[in-house]
Every structure is written in structure tokens, then in C-alpha cells.
């Protein structure tokens, strides 16, 4: 069932825009840090909820959770 991968449905959402971010900064030339407009890139889509919180906050707290 789609249940069993929602947790990577989550990682996927936040390394896709990881990812995106890192394709910005480059063509930026490195002036902001890919990871940062990453971040933003996500807050952004979880603001006009284009991705669904629910989705990625299980990975989130487990993120969070390990960097403590």
C-alpha cells in the first residue's frame, strides 16, 4: 500500500529540493549555499501546500531527532 512508502515519499520531497537548490546555487556561482535555497524551496512548497506537511514530517523529526 502507498502507506508503507510515505516516509520516503517525504525524503524524497525534501532531497528533491536539496537537489533543486544545490542546480540554483551552481548557476548562481556558489553565492548562496545549495542547501539554504533548498530549504527554502521547501518552506515555500509545504507554505502553498504543494507538498502536504504530513508527508514529510516523520522524516523530519527522525533528521532532527539524529543531529541532537
Same mark, same amino acid.
Given at each position: 500500500?502507498?502507506?508503507?512508502?510515505?516516509?520516503?515519499?517525504?525524503?524524497?520531497?525534501?532531497?528533491?529540493?536539496?537537489?533543486?537548490?544545490?542546480? +540554483?546555487?551552481?548557476?548562481?556561482?556558489?553565492?548562496?549555499?545549495?542547501?539554504?535555497?533548498?530549504?527554502?524551496?521547501?518552506?515555500?512548497?509545504?507554505?502553498?501546500?504543494? +507538498?502536504?506537511?504530513?508527508?514529510?514530517?516523520?522524516?523530519?523529526?527522525?533528521?532532527?531527532?539524529?543531529?541532537?
Amino acid at each position: 500500500s502507498m502507506h508503507t512508502f510515505a516516509p520516503m515519499l517525504g525524503l524524497f520531497y525534501i532531497l528533491l529540493c536539496w537537489a533543486i537548490g544545490q542546480g +540554483i546555487s551552481m548557476l548562481a556561482n556558489g553565492y548562496l549555499p545549495g542547501s539554504i535555497i533548498g530549504m527554502m524551496l521547501l518552506f515555500v512548497a509545504l507554505r502553498l501546500r504543494i +507538498i502536504k506537511a504530513e508527508s514529510v514530517r516523520p522524516i523530519a523529526r527522525f533528521l532532527l531527532g539524529s543531529m541532537a
